[in-house]
């Protein structure tokens, strides 16, 4: 298989002249998969860059550093041409994506919708889901960028509903969103459970896939006709698919609580020790991270 190469660029914001005497502080950090592209706004090496351009000592990010001074290869996960796996979630601080109990009636469990309380009020979230007005804040570009070109999305059973066992042919189970998902793309469900694909309003199409993680992506890259897949979640799929080492991008939407218990999102999955912290920003009540996953790498 033909290996794409990644870049770690590191950018400094003066003069490359001093680059033995000053410190790794006055340098902002990006990384790139290697497609060319003539945009100015990404850096030169790379079509579509996993970061922007981080200023040292702050939460804010920029387009458009200065020359680079020093390029270090990595290789990429991804095939060239092949679109990327990039998982989202929410989390609290200790480390839950749903919280205790969990039911029909209560799918995220005990307290858990409060982990997605941050992007509710959103106006870029309540504007695909049919709901006018909303506000604009530090989180608003982060749901952009994670928004923008994604083709299909991979989900667990849980996420998509129904409860376990079966489907129930008398009274079909359509997913939480009613009958215009705000998906407006292919959707790809996890199950043990065989069912016809469902074909909903505005664009979306549920498909169910009994034959494992690696099958449900490779149905998900052919639908995204050349963009980008989301892995939408819940804990055990994203376990899934972080032990596998199929996850090439990696946002956490961190929210100040404790839950205490529910699903522990890396339980099992080991040691993550490709992870490569690419991207900060903070809002008033979350913070985003976003990594670039799996590949050996190292500086030097």
Known sequence: MPLEIAEIVLWR????????????????????????SADPGC???GERALVDFRRPHSS???????QPALIVPMVAKQETG??????????????????????VQDPLGVGGEQLHEWVFPLEI????????????NESTPVMEEEQANIGATIMG?????GGPGPWDEKDPWNGWWGSTPPFHHPVFVL???ARETVVMEGG?????????????????????????????????VAQQYLKAGLVDEMQLHVVPMLLGGGARLFEGVGALRSLVLVKTAAASDVVHLKFAVGGEWQVG
């Open 60 to 66: 804010s990010w920029s387009k458009g550093a200065t």
């Open 204 to 236: 979306t199409r549920f498909t169910f896939v009994t034959d494992g993680t690696e099958s449900a992506l490779d149905q998900a890259r052919r639908a995204a006709g050349g963009k980008d897949v989301a892995l939408a979640g819940g804990a055990r």
């Open 191 to 193: 199950t043990h459970h």
């Open 125 to 136: 979230w309540r504007r695909p889901h049919g709901l006018e007005g909303g506000v604009v």
């Open 43 to 45: 850096s030169p090496y």
């Open 13 to 36: 914001l003066s003069d490359a002249a001093s680059l033995v005497t000053e410190p790794m502080s006055m340098w902002v950090v990006g990384a790139s998969y290697g497609r060319r």
């Open 157 to 161: 059973r849980n996420m998509f509903g």
């Open 82 to 103: 092949i679109s990327l796996l990039r998982f989202r979630i929410s989390m609290s601080l200790d480390g839950f994506v749903a919280g205790p109990n969990p039911s």
